[in-house]
């Protein structure tokens, strides 16, 4: 009886720690990396969790501040390749659905992931751009041993994907 209350005890104590874990999606560029300036400003950034109509997929997302922690990385990560001109007189503003966050429950090996649908509009609100991009995190157990904790890398490591792809796709784009 104490041998099974020692060890019920023990895998509280791995899961409580696991629990603590917040999202980070913070994305990093090479110093290299190379865009095409817009001639436009960005004037806001936001995110939003799909409406039940509109997801692709499950919507597993744990972290209450989620979409705020994704509009701080995307903004951070737009104002890191200076991909806009903050000195231009027209402005934009990026609007990103997460549609679909995929999580495993179980596993050695986690896999997560993304659908997010981006919409950059103009000060007039045209739609200059819209797409969805598909990304995925996987997190393994020689990179976190508890299972929470490497759910929480492979979530952060497909949203990360996911924003790279983006500023990926429209570095080039001419708007």
Do not use: G, W
């Given at each position: 009886m104490k041998k099974m209350s020692i060890a019920i005890a023990s895998?509280?104590?791995?899961?409580?720690?696991g629990c603590s874990v917040k999202n980070n999606f913070?994305?990093?560029f090479p110093s290299n990396f190379q865009v095409?300036?817009?001639?436009?400003k960005l004037s806001a950034?936001?995110?939003?969790?799909?409406?039940?109509?509109k997801k692709t997929g499950d919507l597993d997302v744990f972290d209450p501040e989620y979409t705020q922690k994704f509009e701080i990385s995307l903004l951070k990560a737009?104002?890191?390749t200076k991909l806009f001109d903050d000195t231009s007189h027209s402005s934009l503003q990026i609007k990103a659905v997460i549609l679909?966050?995929?999580?495993?429950?179980?596993g050695l090996n986690m896999t997560v992931y993304t659908d997010?649908?981006?919409?950059?509009?103009?000060?007039e609100g045209k739609v200059l751009y819209s797409k969805s991009i598909q990304a995925e995190g996987l997190a393994t157990i020689g990179d976190e041993f508890v299972a929470?904790?490497?759910?929480?890398?492979?979530?952060?490591?497909?949203?990360?994907?996911?924003?790279?792809?983006?500023?990926?796709?429209?570095?080039?784009?001419?708007f």
């Open positions: 895998i509280v104590i791995v899961l409580l720690s913070d994305v990093s095409l300036q817009k001639n436009y950034v936001n995110a939003q969790l799909a409406s039940e109509n737009l104002k890191d679909q966050n995929d999580t495993p429950s179980l997010i649908l981006y919409e950059i509009k103009n000060q929470f904790k490497r759910m929480v890398l492979a979530n952060d490591r497909s949203v990360q994907n996911n924003i790279k792809l983006f500023i990926d796709d429209i570095k080039s784009k001419k």
